[in-house]
């Protein structure tokens, strides 16, 4: 008895985390639209980041947009990752017509879809950043 109890209860903790587990990785893509113009970036841990010429005030998110903890105050705009454990990738499509400072740390790529106009751009890595 004990034996079936004890296989009967891993088995629906597995089943349980796993649901939990595939409801987080979902991946989709999300426009999201921002209230005020920034002119810094800050990005921690596992994000990957494109740099655009889009519309100063939108943003897209490809992979689940849940684990993406963003804050945007004084013109600066920091990014970070809810659950750092997980691997699901998420990419971030920011513009970057008004930015002048990017501060990277932990290990995620910063890249641009195009070559950019606005040359005024200092980069600061730390961590595994990879540009």
Same mark, same amino acid.
């Given at each position: ?20 587990? /595939?409801?987080?990785?979902?991946? %989709?893509?999300?426009?999201? /639209?921002?209230? %005020? ?15 655009? %010429?889009?519309?100063?005030? %939108?943003?897209?998110?490809? !992979? ?10 004084? $013109? ?6 809810? +659950?750092? $454990? ?6 971030? +499509?920011?513009?970057?017509? +008004? ?6 740390? !932990?290990? !995620? ?23």
């Amino acid at each position: 008895m004990k034996p079936t109890f004890f296989f009967l209860c891993l088995l629906l903790s597995s089943l349980s985390f796993s649901a939990f587990a /595939q409801k987080i990785t979902q991946s %989709e893509t999300k426009v999201i /639209q921002l209230k %005020e113009v920034f002119t810094s970036l800050s990005i921690d841990e596992g994000i990957d980041i494109v740099l655009t %010429e889009n519309k100063a005030g %939108e943003m897209l998110v490809e !992979g689940n947009a849940k684990l993406l903890d963003m804050r945007l105050a004084d $013109g600066h705009l920091s990014l970070a990752k809810k +659950y750092t $454990g997980l691997s699901s990738p998420l990419k971030v +499509y920011v513009p970057a017509n +008004y930015l002048t400072k990017i501060f990277m740390n !932990g290990n !995620g790529m910063l890249s641009s879809s195009t070559a950019l106009s606005n040359h005024r751009i200092k980069i600061l890595l730390a961590g595994e950043a990879r540009v």
